[in-house]
């Protein structure tokens, strides 16, 4: 496009220059070209502004400034002059070696290597795929800028942000708050030190261990500096370092290589640090054994009342709400368990309030709950339908199993999404999700069923079977976990029987029957292995 503004206002300068001649010529009608060349010159003066939007604006808010950085018009989009970059971001002159068609730039403690013709770019010595290749011209190298400057923040420069639109990059001073990790062997265990800036409230560090032998500590509202983070040495337990910015969350994951007996985290204030130790057993032969074992029993189970709050869920038509009624019945099965079992029961809540999806997930987390168990109530565009379903977390296969899940995601409209927490739950979301939960899908499974076929034995309503959708309060629980539809209050005849307490209380007594005989097979298994 620049090329073609420039060409066409090349042309309207000889034309103009061209009618400047002629008003020697027809000097009595002068007045007329002067207007004339005024106005052709306006055109030039526009068109000229519009050639210059071809080059990315920067805003630096650090010094008040602003500059420009040069840009090549490519069909693939906006391609930025890698010295300009290098010019405005860095304090260093670039590298250049036009032999080998490489630029270096000095980023912070960071060398970003660029090579001309080429889609790789390497930070430090991490190698980072951009999409489209890199143009070589005229000792300069030119990189696709959405691709460069999303890599620059990722890696070394918080701070900025690119307007691709506009082609605006904003520069302001935003510092990573987790700069490193140090890690110290001890005789019964590895610390390890994770330093921050400043403390964190205490809700925003949680950490957990996963089957696939990592541990992972998760950190919100807060940047990594991944680049150094990768960099740290790993020893002691663990095997590998990684870290990853996602959103306004920074992840760090750290692959052990044996058995941790148990862990400790708590933040240390002077030095800022967020510590956490790793106690390995100094005699992993029947310690582990009952560990591990402990591990497995069913010990504590959360129980997950759907909606509350401003979130009244699906609505009856003689207006009773699917909150009010999955409440009850969570309290009445909660009840039951704790008065006849030693399981410890924890509620995700316990009155009519508000808990957005991803909070319930980390109560459960942190509760190190064996069981995750959520009980909603259905609701059809079609009054005739009725009946109880159990769900379990997969990708959705049926038209009913979507359409449920939909709704019942529906609540995230609710929560504030400053920070895009939920990401779409389809293709790959759904398969990484699915993945974490197919350690727990034989167990789901087998508690689902269990629940249908107590209930099916004494709830006069349709058995609807064991389901599977994607669901958001399901994800990112590292236990088994199940959704339970209790019926359907779009139903008169069902919402009439659920607003009835004997039958709530029958439904809280079917569910408790499943959870002690699935307690039990449990139990069988592990006494057996
Ligand atoms: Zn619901």
Same mark, same amino acid.
């Given at each position: 496009?620049?090329?073609? #503004?420039?060409?066409?206002?090349?042309?309207?300068?000889?034309? @103009?220059?061209?009618?400047?001649?002629?008003?020697?010529?027809?000097?009595?009608?002068? *007045?007329?070209?002067?207007?004339?060349?005024?106005?052709?010159?306006?055109?030039?003066?526009?068109?000229? =502004?519009?050639?210059?939007?071809?080059?990315?604006?920067?805003?630096?808010?650090?010094?008040?400034?602003?500059?420009?950085?040069?840009?090549?018009?490519?069909?693939?989009?906006?391609?930025?002059?890698?010295?300009?970059?290098?010019?405005?971001?860095?304090?260093?002159?670039?590298?250049?070696?036009?032999?080998?068609?490489?630029?270096?730039?000095?980023?912070?403690?960071?060398?970003? +290597?660029?090579?001309?013709?080429?889609?790789?770019?390497?930070?430090?010595?991490?190698?980072?795929?951009?999409?489209?290749?890199?143009?070589?011209?005229?000792?300069?190298?030119?990189?696709?800028?959405?691709?460069?400057?999303?890599?620059?923040?990722?890696?070394?420069?918080?701070?900025?942000?690119?307007?691709?639109?506009?082609?605006?990059?904003?520069?302001?001073?935003?510092? $990573?708050?987790?700069? =490193?990790?140090?890690?110290?062997?001890?005789?019964?265990?590895?610390?390890?030190?994770?330093?921050?800036?400043? *403390? $964190?409230?205490?809700?925003?560090?949680?950490?957990?261990?996963?089957?696939?032998?990592?541990?992972?500590?998760?950190?919100?509202?807060?940047?990594?500096?991944?680049?150094?983070?990768?960099?740290?040495?790993?020893?002691?337990?663990?095997?590998?370092?990684?870290?990853?910015?996602?959103? *306004?969350?920074?992840?760090?994951? $750290?692959?052990?290589?044996?058995?941790?007996? *148990?862990?400790?985290?708590?933040?240390?204030?002077?030095?800022?640090?967020?510590?956490?130790?790793?106690?390995?057993?100094?005699?992993?032969?029947?310690?582990?054994?009952?560990?591990?074992?402990?591990?497995?029993?069913?010990?504590?189970?959360?129980?997950?009342?759907?909606? =509350?709050?401003?979130?009244?869920?699906?609505?009856?038509?003689?207006?009773?709400?699917?909150?009010?009624?999955?409440?009850?019945?969570?309290?009445?099965?909660?009840?039951?368990?704790?008065?006849?079992?030693?399981?410890?029961?924890?509620?995700?809540?316990?009155?009519?309030?508000? #808990?957005?999806?991803?909070?319930?997930?980390?109560?459960?987390?942190?509760?190190?709950?064996?069981?995750?168990?959520?009980?909603?109530?259905?609701?059809?565009?079609?009054?005739?339908?009725?009946?109880?379903?159990?769900?379990?977390?997969?990708?959705?296969?049926?038209?009913?199993? #979507?359409?449920?899940?939909?709704?019942?995601?529906?609540? #995230?409209?609710?929560?504030?999404?400053?920070?895009?927490?939920?990401?779409?739950?389809? =293709?790959?979301?759904?398969?990484?999700?699915?993945?974490? @939960?197919?350690?727990?899908?034989?167990?789901?499974?087998?508690?689902?069923?269990?629940? @249908?076929?107590?209930?099916?034995?004494?709830?006069?309503?349709?058995?609807?079977?064991?389901?599977?959708?994607?669901?958001?309060?399901?994800?990112?629980?590292?236990?088994?976990?199940?959704?339970?539809?209790?019926?359907?209050?779009?139903?008169?005849?069902?919402?009439?029987?659920?607003?009835?307490?004997?039958?709530?209380?029958?439904?809280?007594?079917?569910?408790?029957?499943?959870?002690? +005989?699935?307690?039990?097979?449990?139990?069988?298994?592990?006494?057996?292995?």
């Amino acid at each position: 496009m620049g090329r073609f #503004i420039f060409s066409l206002s090349l042309f309207l300068g000889t034309f @103009q220059y061209l009618i400047i001649n002629l008003k020697n010529i027809y000097k009595s009608y002068s *007045s007329l070209f002067k207007a004339l060349s005024f106005l052709i010159i306006l055109i030039n003066l526009v068109l000229a =502004g519009d050639l210059e939007s071809s080059t990315v604006r920067v805003i630096n808010r650090v010094n008040n400034s602003t500059d420009e950085i040069k840009t090549l018009d490519n069909l693939r989009g906006v391609y930025v002059s890698v010295k300009d970059v290098s010019r405005i971001l860095s304090k260093r002159n670039p590298y250049i070696n036009s032999d080998r068609l490489k630029i270096v730039v000095y980023l912070g403690n960071n060398r970003l +290597k660029i090579s001309g013709n080429s889609s790789f770019i390497l930070v430090d010595e991490r190698v980072y795929q951009i999409p489209n290749f890199t143009i070589w011209d005229n000792e300069d190298i030119y990189v696709q800028a959405e691709a460069l400057f999303n890599l620059i923040k990722e890696t070394t420069m918080p701070g900025i942000d690119y307007d691709s639109r506009r082609m605006v990059l904003d520069i302001d001073i935003k510092e $990573f708050n987790i700069t =490193g990790i140090e890690i110290n062997e001890k005789a019964n265990g590895t610390v390890l030190r994770v330093k921050t800036r400043s *403390s $964190f409230p205490e809700g925003n560090i949680s950490s957990f261990f996963h089957e696939n032998g990592w541990f992972y500590i998760t950190i919100a509202d807060a940047l990594v500096d991944t680049t150094e983070l990768r960099r740290s040495d790993a020893r002691g337990v663990v095997r590998k370092i990684t870290a990853d910015q996602l959103g *306004s969350t920074a992840q760090i994951a $750290f692959q052990i290589k044996t058995k941790v007996e *148990s862990h400790e985290l708590y933040q240390g204030k002077d030095p800022s640090e967020i510590v956490v130790s790793l106690r390995t057993p100094m005699d992993n032969s029947i310690a582990r054994i009952k560990e591990v074992k402990d591990r497995w029993k069913l010990d504590t189970i959360v129980l997950d009342a759907g909606h =509350g709050g401003k979130d009244p869920g699906t609505m009856g038509q003689r207006g009773t709400k699917e909150k009010d009624i999955a409440l009850d019945i969570t309290k009445r099965v909660g009840l039951l368990l704790e008065k006849n079992t030693k399981l410890k029961v924890v509620y995700t809540r316990e009155e009519d309030v508000f #808990i957005p999806l991803w909070k319930r997930t980390k109560i459960a987390n942190e509760s190190n709950g064996k069981v995750f168990l959520s009980i909603h109530l259905n609701g059809s565009p079609n009054k005739a339908v009725y009946g109880f379903e159990t769900y379990l977390l997969r990708p959705g296969k049926t038209e009913d199993a #979507i359409e449920v899940a939909s709704r019942e995601n529906e609540v #995230i409209k609710y929560e504030d999404r400053a920070d895009n927490r939920y990401k779409d739950l389809s =293709g790959e979301n759904l398969i990484m999700a699915t993945m974490a @939960q197919s350690i727990f899908m034989r167990e789901s499974e087998e508690l689902a069923a269990m629940i @249908q076929e107590e209930m099916a034995k004494k709830i006069k309503s349709k058995n609807r079977g064991v389901k599977q959708a994607g669901f958001h309060v399901l994800i990112g629980a590292s236990m088994p976990n199940i959704l339970v539809e209790a019926g359907y209050l779009t139903n008169r005849n069902e919402e009439k029987n659920l607003r009835n307490a004997k039958y709530r209380q029958s439904i809280a007594s079917c569910i408790y029957k499943a959870i002690v +005989k699935f307690r039990y097979s449990r139990e069988q298994y592990l006494a057996e292995n």
